[in-house]
């Protein structure tokens, strides 16, 4: 009875393997496409067939794209913009966490629910108001304008709220008592414990950050100010659309993102599964 188990069980086993790397190959496989298609000339990318390889291999749409368009300040954009609302972000969810989970002050189960509730509103919705606001300050074009309707994430603030709720009480008490101030048991205590939901925490942010289009297409109106994936879209030309140039800019816009993701990846994956836990 053991070895026709063992033998069901080895089948479904090796069946599971084989549909798991399918999809991974299917999901894969739009990747490689669009990474070689930018190694390709032109009058290769728009043949009627497939080719799994360029046959005469050339890197004149990476040039073209950076020598011929703002790249350069798109590149600036982005990083200083995701830095930005990362550090701010990950710091004042970090600081509202801790304030919801440690302390007492009238109104804490009111913005609570308030922040749970805003999970129900989704920030497309939120755009027009976001515009007005940005506007009436003289925010647009600007660097402000893109990371203020960024900065907020209630998720990360409810991950840190969970966290702190689970630290023993104990170290708490035994701060107070040597009277620490609040700021003294968060950064030299709770903190500490948790550098590692603080570091995978800032690096989704980031690449949420960096990978928003859709309110950076809508702040700003000169070229030199967009981030990379808003500025990519002004990559084209007169005469036509050239697909590989392109793809070449789309690969150098998604290039510090798969870095970002292939150096942490198991914080991102910790992250991912942080957030999906809240929101599940």
């Known amino acids: 009875m053991t070895r026709p188990r063992l033998q069901t069980v080895n089948l479904w086993g090796g069946i599971i393997t084989v549909l798991t790397v399918l999809a991974a190959v299917l999901w894969a496989f739009p990747l ?44 600036l954009n ?15 969810s970090m600081l509202c966490g801790y304030a919801l989970s440690q302390l007492s002050f009238p109104g804490r189960k009111a913005l609570w629910w308030l922040i749970l509730a805003s999970f129900m509103v989704p920030t497309q919705a939120l755009i027009i108001n976001h515009f007005v606001l940005v506007s009436q300050l003289g925010l647009i074009n600007t660097w402000a304008g893109i990371m203020l309707p960024q900065l907020i994430h209630p998720v990360i603030i409810i991950v840190y709220k969970q966290f702190f709720d689970q630290v023993p009480k104990d170290f708490r008490e035994a701060a107070v008592m040597d009277n620490a101030g609040e700021f003294a048991i968060l950064f030299k205590i709770y903190l500490p414990m948790n550098w590692g939901v603080t570091t995978a925490l800032s690096i989704v942010c980031f690449i949420w950050t960096w990978n928003a289009f859709l309110w950076p297409f809508l702040s700003v109106t000169r070229t030199e100010m967009m981030t990379m994936p808003v500025g990519i879209t002004q990559v084209n030309d007169a005469f036509g659309v050239y697909y590989a140039r392109q793809l070449a800019a789309a690969v150098l816009a998604g290039l510090p993102v798969a870095l970002a993701y292939l150096l942490f990846q198991r914080r991102v994956t910790e992250a991912i599964t942080l957030s999906a836990g809240i929101k599940g």
Do not use: C, M
Not at 36 to 50: A, G, H, Q, T
Not at 78 to 92: D, E, F, K, L
């Open 32 to 75: 490689y496409w669009g990474v070689i298609s930018s190694l390709k000339p032109e009058d290769e990318v728009v043949r009627p067939y497939i080719e799994l390889w360029p046959e005469n291999l050339t890197f004149d749409h990476y040039i073209t794209a950076i020598t011929t368009t703002q790249i350069g300040s798109w590149y």
């Open 78 to 92: 982005s990083v200083v913009v995701a830095v930005g609302v990362t550090v701010i972000t990950v710091a004042s």
